[in-house]
């Protein structure tokens, strides 16, 4: 799992939400990252499921050049929003407090 990349709303600390904030310089630079690291690790997918915000495709797309899966099958959704946190949550047993005292970083692949 990997949390897209900043946007510009991210930047000026607002909370994009359902916005489709376009990408900040520093959110381009962490979608790099993400792809150097999964390609470092050798990673690689069967699929990927993204949400429809621009931020979150965009930074799949880097990745899946990067790892050179681009013609990989993408299914995209709306139901993806907020769903990292939750993911997370469960798989490391975590409480309701515990979990929104997590920073998700940008740019850090989760691996389970």
């Not at 709303?9 to 959110?27: I, Q, V, Y």
């Not at 990252?33 to 699929?47: N, P, S, V």
């Amino acid at each position: 799992m990997v949390k897209h990349s900043e946007t510009a709303w991210n930047k000026e600390n607002k909370l994009c939400g359902w916005f489709d904030a376009p990408w900040s310089k520093k959110g381009i630079q962490e979608a790099h990252a993400a792809d150097h690291t999964l390609k470092r690790k050798g990673y690689q997918f069967d699929t990927a499921l993204t949400s429809v915000l621009t931020r979150a495709q965009h930074t799949l797309k880097v990745i899946l050049e990067e790892i050179e899966q681009s013609s990989l099958p993408v299914e995209k959704t709306w139901r993806l929003k907020w769903r990292l946190r939750g993911i997370v949550k469960h798989l490391d047993k975590l409480s309701d407090e515990a979990i929104m005292g997590i920073n998700l970083l940008n740019r850090i692949p989760f691996v389970y």
